[in-house]
């Protein structure tokens, strides 16, 4: 795709936009009040909007590689505290997806540069269930479990927050663990039992907010 034509699309939204609604763009300059909080993958194969049909000003989204929750990088910490402290969502999402090369690329045995540090973060979800992965046979099935894993343990980095625990608490904002398989176009609640894995962790990560 040539950049010229993403001008020209630009024009043809807007026009399909307006002949909806005269009042779309002076409402969307209005402000946001998104209810979901999504983090997601930044794979150009992974629309966050798309996948979930839903509209400018309905998700406040956050992607990167992998969708990951890492407790030091202040990109994603800072777009969870403003989403939950200001927009004030009610829904917390981490949605991975299968096929995921972050995820595929952590299981290698490869250098990849300043990747490494990040992809080191995926690895380590592999060390805490490598007796389940190593168990599997098929490469991609391993992969696509991996892929479910990882999202359970963002889940639970997102958990480990002040900012989250004092919502969870305060005024019962949820958190939940989602994978969109692209093969299908399906969007699958992973429904991780949090409340069992708190229970085992809640003494260390408790902060008392």
């Known amino acids: ?49 798309d996948l979930m049909g839903v509209h400018p000003g309905e998700v406040f989204v956050h992607r990167n590689i992998a969708n ?49 540090s990040w992809l080191r973060n995926i690895r380590d979800v592999y060390r805490l269930h490598k007796k389940e992965l190593n168990a599997i046979e098929d490469e991609t099935v391993r992969n696509n479990r991996l892929v479910e894993l990882n999202v359970q343990e963002q889940c639970i980095n997102l958990l480990k927050t002040a900012v989250v625990q004092k919502a969870v608490r305060k005024r019962g904002m949820q958190v939940h663990g989602w994978v969109f398989d692209m093969a299908t176009g399906q969007l699958k609640d992973l429904e991780i039992n949090f409340e069992k894995i708190l229970n085992e962790i809640r003494e260390i990560y408790d902060l008392g907010v």
């Open 1 to 49: 795709m040539d950049l010229e034509s993403v001008f020209r699309n630009n024009k043809d939204w807007i026009t399909k936009r307006l002949d909806n609604n005269p009042d779309y763009f002076t409402n969307l300059a209005k402000g946001q009040s998104p209810d979901i909080l999504y983090i997601g993958c930044s794979d150009s194969r992974v629309s966050a909007e």
């Open 68 to 116: 990951m929750v890492i407790s030091i990088d202040l990109n994603v910490m800072s777009v969870l505290e403003y989403a939950v402290e200001h927009l004030k969502v009610n829904h917390v999402v981490v949605c991975g997806h299968y096929f995921c090369g972050g995820v595929k690329s952590a299981m290698e045995a490869a250098d990849l540069g300043l990747l490494n």
